[in-house]
């Protein structure tokens, strides 16, 4: 059973910067895609950015491309979004998502993944 623990969340003024790490109870050479989404209320959960964990680059959605930049350690087993040019339309909960079993779809698909962390609030004024 794998688990992904989020932090690093909180509230910040806008322009501002805060890092998310989602942390992996297995190693990260296991597990195909790791992803980050957001739900922001009364909106649906979307894909901003992801990276195929063994050996992959970061994608991102193009609200975040520019801004965020996502990363991997393999020595802590842990997906790093570092959130830079923070504005009030980023304030959500964010998820990081694992997807353990190289699922069908694309990497923005919420099919795609099978584990899921808690969520961090975000929030951005």
């Known amino acids: 059973h794998v688990q992904l623990v989020e932090s690093g969340g909180g509230s910040v003024q806008a322009g501002g910067s805060l890092t998310l790490t989602c942390t992996a109870s297995v190693d990260l050479r296991t597990i195909y895609w790791m992803a980050w989404f957001r739900q922001a209320p009364g909106k649906e959960r979307e894909a901003i950015a992801a990276l195929y964990a063994p050996s992959g680059g970061p994608s991102y959605v193009g609200s975040v491309a520019g801004r965020f930049t996502l990363s991997k350690d393999f020595t802590k087993n842990t997906l790093n979004l570092q959130m830079n040019q923070l504005r009030s339309d980023d304030t959500a909960m964010y998820y990081c998502?694992?997807?353990?079993?190289?699922?069908?779809?694309?990497?923005?698909?919420?099919?795609?993944?099978?584990?899921w962390g808690q969520g961090t609030q975000v929030t951005v004024s």
């Open positions: 998502a694992a997807d353990l079993d190289n699922n069908a779809g694309g990497w923005p698909s919420l099919q795609k993944y099978d584990a």
